[in-house]
């Protein structure tokens, strides 16, 4: 196990109950759609998808700055006061408060907030990578809203987002951000061998193929973290390559929790094995070191010219 900069206790972890919590799950990840697709229209194209995922801040989740001819603007989910906040390069602001609403309304309020600060913007509204999706300004079906499990979500994110950055930070190959993407709505790092990968099959509910195969041009590693959903009944950690190697799936990987899952074609890790461990730290950190090498040495990766030990200083 390697040493790492920062460690965390598990009280520092929040509990995530998923039953409890599906329908706000939903909801966000509706809201958050609305926002994402905002920067996907406004932002120029970033290899793959770069250019749309949110990003973990001090209060939520944040767009970064987003162009509009000379002027630019970032909106971003505050869960510590429970406010959405649009601000402008010139000066412009407008909050709204986070609470129960149906999607649609939200969608309206959003879009009337652009105009009115001269910024309006349009978005595809069907919902991305969605089954059975409901646009944007018809969707009454989502409305609720948990303050109290969405600032859970949001402190659990923050505890990932460090762990996530301890582990990038091992990497000098080219390696993805440490981003949420609004369409999968997880959090996720991507690290690649520098191989091209054969062509994505795609099929991914409302999301082009030719998106997915620019996204698997290469070969990865993929970790991430899911608050529940799509076939998984609780939050849960993840980890996959691209294409996936032969004997992948019967890899050995830690912790002892981590179990290969032939319905989704990846590792998981159940986020209460983490929480409840001895070290969360250390636990996460060897599910995703684990799995990597997995990949990497089943991949035949050329791993002394992707990885970093030590930082320079060290040598």
Known sequence: MSNLKNRSESKDWPELPYAESVNTIATLHMWMQVIGKIRLVQTPWINHSWHVPLYITARGLETSLIPYGGRSFSIGFDFYHHVLKLITTDGGE?????????????????????????????????????????????????????????????????????????????????????????????????????REAPPHPGGVPHFPDWVAREAYSHEVSSAGFWPGGGGVDGACFYSYSYPEPQGFPEARVAPASAYYSKDLGEFLLPYDAVRASRSPDEALFDFLQSTYEAAADKGMWDRSALEESFPPQAR
């Open 94 to 194: 407008w909050v709204l408060p986070l609470e129960s609403r149906t999607v649609s309304d939200f969608y309206w309020e959003v879009m009337a907030a652009l105009k009115q600060l001269g910024i309006p913007v349009e978005i595809n509204t069907m919902p991305s990578e969605v089954a059975d999706a409901i646009p944007f300004e018809r969707d009454q079906d989502n409305y609720e809203y948990d303050p109290e499990y969405t600032k859970q979500l949001w402190q659990a994110l923050v505890q990932i987002h460090r762990v996530f950055t301890e582990f990038r930070s091992r990497f000098i190959g080219k390696c993805s951000p440490i981003h949420f993407f609004w369409g999968s709505f997880d959090l996720a790092l991507t690290r690649f061998s520098g």
